[in-house]
């Protein structure tokens, strides 16, 4: 045997022996890094979570800090009101909040945005009937483009 071939073959694992670790302690490694991924994507959930419940409330008018996914004593007081609100049970931690109050918060901010848009279009509506009747009363004809724009020409 060659004496390359000896060193590989019986000196070489001895040396680098502190640094191999065993399957035990490579399995222990592997779970720890798991456990500390699935914290890290759980944080991740509940903050994500904390600032749509924030930003619904706020769009609803019940909340008005700042909307960081710090889940703290304003925002429970304001999803308390809330809850409230819909006669439902008040909570003291986020994580007492079922799916179907998340549902029912979603719900109301499409509701919210919903009659808000409806407001807009009567808005128009009455800036465009106004129009109308100014035209007329001015002996204007009207040239209707579209439904919210107005274009006036003399008679």
């Given at each position: 045997m060659t004496l390359v071939r000896l060193f590989i073959l019986i000196i070489l694992p001895f040396m680098y022996a502190?640094?191999?670790?065993?399957?035990e302690e490579e399995r222990v490694f592997n779970f720890q890094k798991a456990e500390e991924e699935k914290k890290n994507k759980e944080k991740e959930s509940r903050i994500f979570l904390s600032k749509t419940i924030q930003?619904?409330?706020?769009?609803l008018g019940y909340y008005q800090g700042s909307i960081d996914g710090?889940?703290?004593k304003v925002s429970m007081n304001a999803l308390n009101e809330w809850l409230s609100s819909k006669n439902l049970t008040q909570i003291s931690?986020?994580?007492q909040l079922y799916e179907n109050h998340l549902l029912?918060?979603?719900i109301d901010v499409e509701n919210y945005n919903?009659?808000?848009?409806n407001a807009e279009i009567i808005k128009l509506k009455k800036e465009k009937?106004?129009?109308k009747q100014k035209a007329e009363q001015e002996g204007l004809?009207?040239?209707y483009l579209q439904d919210y724009f107005l274009f006036l020409v003399r008679k």
């Open positions: 502190d640094y191999a670790i065993s399957a930003k619904s409330l706020s769009i710090s889940f703290g931690d986020i994580t029912l918060l979603k919903l009659e808000k848009k009937e106004v129009a004809g009207f040239i």
